[in-house]
């Protein structure tokens, strides 16, 4: 099982990027979905999830307000729209499925992951 994020790079403080994270679709039908992230030296942390029945959206502490999940079926594909970067965000970021109230992710669905890095 593949999971593949694409869009990271290198922006500037106070900048804007768009992560695009393609997943199989019997996975996108089946779960909810999420984003998490790892910063050099840190654990693994979740950003935030979609749910797949309505669409609904929550969020990490440290991205709320800044940081937007949405989803799209005919692209069996989520995104994650990251505004007002900090250096703080810096990480590799991956999405997983995300289950239940703890949002937790499956080992076997790891990727790749996408780096993002916000340095002036």
């Known amino acids: 099982v593949q999971l593949v994020e694409s869009g990271g790079g290198l922006v500037e403080p106070g900048g804007s990027l768009i992560l695009s994270c393609l997943v199989p679709d019997w996975i996108f039908l089946t779960y909810d979905m999420g984003w998490f992230r790892q910063a050099p030296g840190k654990d693994r942390e979740f950003v935030g999830g979609?749910?797949?029945?309505?669409?609904?959206?929550y969020y990490a502490d440290s991205v709320k307000g800044r940081f937007t999940i949405s989803r799209r079926s005919e692209e069996n594909s989520i995104y994650l729209q990251m505004d007002t970067l900090k250096p703080e965000d810096t990480a590799v970021y991956y999405c997983?499925?995300?289950?239940?109230?703890?949002?937790?992710?499956?080992?076997?669905?790891w990727g790749q992951g996408t780096q993002v890095t916000v340095t002036s």
């Open positions: 997983n499925i995300a289950r239940g109230h703890a949002a937790t992710p499956l080992d076997a669905y």
């Open positions: 979609i749910r797949r029945t309505d669409d609904s959206t």
